[in-house]
């Protein structure tokens, strides 16, 4: 069973389609990536995947649930991170992190020994005591992708993770990724970073204008599109999709 199962998903808003009959799997220890320009829709199927929008047609499933009709036993498998998510800006980060523990149902002992990993993974220890609304950009989204995987769900959604990161903060985001890999962990992200689409992904999907214009490995793409960098790819799919 795919862990991740997009299928002919359609979302409109009004005469705009935001997301033109999707369809993509992700298996179990397999990281794919979502590349487009602005507007292609990635982010708004990240969040139809989510729960956040129903679909105008098609279905999204997380591990065989369907998000709207099961969006309870859905959600549990999920790890999602979204730029629009913000944190309570008087509570300290281990009073966020430790809220959204119980509202998980973790026993504590669970959420004592999480956060001192994720807090070792994501450099949290400097500023766990600090109230979040203190903290930089870069510490608020260490701290959003912490709170997304606390309870270790099975698939992680991840809308442009390290966007708001240097290149230090970002490549202890890419471990933390390539390590739910090596857990067997299904992981969708969306990214503009081609050097972190070409480092992590398996596999790329490509939109343009809410459809999936190419699909494959990094290497795949760049040879299909004649271009011998995977930004190269980018634009050659980018321009294909706009005339399509």
């Not at 969040?47 to 679909?55: T, W």
């Not at 047609?57 to 913000?86: C, H, I, K, N, W």
């Amino acid at each position: 069973m795919a862990a991740i199962s997009l299928e002919e998903l359609t979302k409109d808003f009004g005469a705009l389609r935001a997301v033109d009959r999707l369809s993509l799997e992700v298996r179990p220890g397999e990281v794919v990536g979502l590349l487009g320009p602005n507007g292609a829709g990635k982010t708004t199927a990240l969040r139809v995947l989510a729960g956040l929008l129903a679909p105008t047609s098609g279905r999204a499933l997380l591990l065989g649930f369907d998000v709207t009709e099961r969006p309870l036993q859905a959600r549990r498998q999920l790890g999602f991170l979204t730029a629009s998510t913000g944190l309570y800006e008087r509570l300290t980060v281990k009073e966020v992190l430790s809220t959204f523990g119980r509202l998980h149902g973790m026993a504590e002992v669970a959420i004592t020994g999480r956060l001192a990993q994720l807090s070792a993974e994501l450099e949290l220890s400097e500023f766990l005591d600090r109230r979040c609304g203190s903290l930089s950009t870069g510490q608020k989204q260490r701290v959003s992708i912490a709170r997304a995987v606390l309870h270790e769900p099975a698939v992680y959604v991840l809308d442009e993770p390290t966007a708001s990161l240097d290149p230090l903060a970002s490549s202890g985001i890419l471990e933390m990724v390539r390590r739910a890999r090596g857990a067997g962990k299904a992981v969708l992200f969306s990214t503009h970073r081609m050097e972190e689409a070409e480092f992590l992904c398996d596999r790329l999907v490509f939109l343009a204008a809410g459809k999936a214009v190419a699909e494959g490995t990094p290497a795949e793409l760049r040879h299909r599109s004649g271009e011998p960098s995977l930004t190269g790819a980018f634009l050659h799919y980018a321009k294909l999709g706009a005339r399509s």
